[in-house]
């Protein structure tokens, strides 16, 4: 059962018949009616809709800083988009499902081949939420993150020296909501990498001092290396991010997959024929392996050595870091070659999924699939490069490297961004648009 208010949420139909109905008490489900008739009086108010009590008690600021204000209600706005983006994610897959569960004269239906105007009504919800999905990273997340990039809106001494000390160890670097995002939208191999130190956490949130955070490294199998998914970063966020079987977010993680299956099923329609097309896969030879060894060695180099100048010391490593530093080496490479020859076999498999996406968005009878596509690859685009470089930049701007974001600062979002970009969302379909762009 999923608790009170979000049971309502999670409340939704597809079927055209049934998006009207009322949400009722329901127990079993956990869902509430919110504006029951109660003796001929309808009692809701705007204030009680939105339950603004709530909402707006929901800002504790830790200094007397003005500043600190806005920050917190821009990082809200972040989650509060996100929760948005991640229920229209949800809706996406759910119509994803239906077709790729649909067999014979429904699966044609459903598809659009037969009568496209006879599924308007099923696919309305998907595609008005690919487009909602679309202006979130194209518009909102960017109008936030002014808030924060822009010195007349946001002054930066204000944050470095009065209120984000406060902070240890929370960072906008720990969003649950946005990791979820990124396994819809294909990265989940990526977040199975061991990239980012362990550190910062280990101190803050189990008080672990230097001695025992070294002690720790070299004895973990990790060497010190956690992903970016795990429960030391996310905390109270984990399940979100990795959600189980049965949670509400489960299906949000399934979406890239799910995706490619119901390609790959509309695929086996006669009429879409025998189109299978290459998608293309990842490096994995032994220099290219190599070189983004040396490129993420070098990077945790320079974040042990900024590391040690603040604290006073040498930024020479010591010998003991330096063997640590080839530990994490191979444990990043051990990963990132996992990753790259797991992903690489599933491409292998998407040569009829992209020969049918090629179909879809070219065929005047199916141009739902096209508008949904699309509107998914854009956003995908401004989230990898647009809203993280944005984002870079203002670390950069604001805290260099100090750290807290990503447990080491700005040069592992740099590292991580670079890496993002290699796992876009829905790849065969990408593959797709760029040949019938070519042609």
């Known amino acids: 059962m999923i608790p009170g208010h979000d049971a309502n949420w999670w409340s939704f139909s597809l079927d055209p018949e049934l998006r009207g109905e009322t949400v009722r008490d329901?127990?079993?489900?956990?869902?509430?009616?919110?504006?029951?008739?109660?003796?001929?009086?309808?009692?809701?108010?705007?204030?009680?809709?939105?339950?603004l009590d709530t909402l707006l008690s929901a800002q504790t600021p830790t200094s007397r800083a003005p500043d600190e204000r806005i920050f917190i209600i821009a990082h809200q706005m972040f989650e509060l988009v996100f929760k948005q983006m991640i229920f229209d994610l949800r809706v996406i897959a759910s119509t994803f499902r239906s077709v790729r569960e649909a067999e014979g004269p429904e699966l044609l239906r459903l598809v659009g081949i037969g009568n496209p105007a006879a599924v308007e009504d099923f696919w309305g919800p998907a595609r008005a939420s690919a487009a909602r999905v679309r202006h979130s990273c194209k518009r909102m997340v960017p109008s936030i993150m002014g808030y924060l990039a822009t010195d007349d809106l946001f002054d930066n001494r204000e944050f470095t020296e009065k209120f984000r000390p406060n902070l240890a160890a929370a960072s906008g670097f720990q969003s649950a909501q946005f990791r979820l995002i990124q396994r819809a939208l294909g990265k989940s191999p990526l977040l199975a990498v061991r990239l980012f130190p362990s550190d910062y956490y280990l101190k803050n949130y189990l008080g672990m001092d230097d001695a025992g955070i070294m002690q720790a490294a070299g004895e973990t199998e990790g060497a010190g290396l956690v992903r970016v998914v795990d429960g030391l970063i996310l905390r109270e966020g984990a399940d979100?991010?990795?959600?189980?079987?049965?949670?509400?977010?489960?299906?949000?993680?399934?979406?890239?997959?799910?995706?490619?299956?119901?390609?790959?099923?509309?695929?086996?329609?006669?009429?879409?024929?025998?189109?299978?097309?290459?998608?293309?896969?990842?490096?994995?030879?032994?220099?290219?392996?190599?070189?983004?060894?040396?490129?993420?060695?070098?990077?945790?180099?320079?974040?042990t050595e900024s590391i040690r100048k603040r604290c006073g010391l040498s930024p020479r490593l010591t010998e003991e870091e330096r063997s640590l530093l080839e530990r994490k080496g191979r444990v990043f490479r051990e990963d990132w070659s996992r990753a790259v020859r797991d992903d690489n076999n599933r491409r292998a498999r998407y040569g009829p999924a992209c020969g049918a996406a090629r179909f879809l968005c070219e065929d005047a009878r199916t141009l739902h699939f096209r508008d949904i596509f699309d509107a998914l690859l854009e956003a995908d685009s401004r989230l990898s490069e647009g809203f993280l470089l944005a984002h870079l930049h203002v670390v950069k701007r604001r805290l260099g490297e100090v750290p807290g974001t990503a447990g080491s600062g700005a040069s592992f979002l740099d590292f991580s961004q670079t890496l993002t970009v290699r796992f876009p969302a829905l790849i065969a379909v990408k593959a797709a648009r760029q040949r019938i762009c070519k042609t």
């Open 26 to 51: 329901d127990p079993d489900k956990g869902t509430i009616e919110v504006n029951p008739e109660l003796d001929g009086k309808r009692l809701l108010s705007y204030h009680r809709y939105l339950r």
């Open 240 to 303: 979100m991010a990795t959600p189980p079987p049965g949670s509400p977010y489960a299906p949000v993680a399934e979406l890239d997959a799910l995706a490619h299956d119901m390609l790959t099923r509309i695929s086996s329609i006669k009429e879409v024929g025998d189109s299978s097309c290459a998608v293309p896969m990842l490096a994995e030879d032994e220099t290219s392996l190599r070189e983004l060894e040396d490129a993420f060695r070098e990077r945790m180099r320079q974040g």
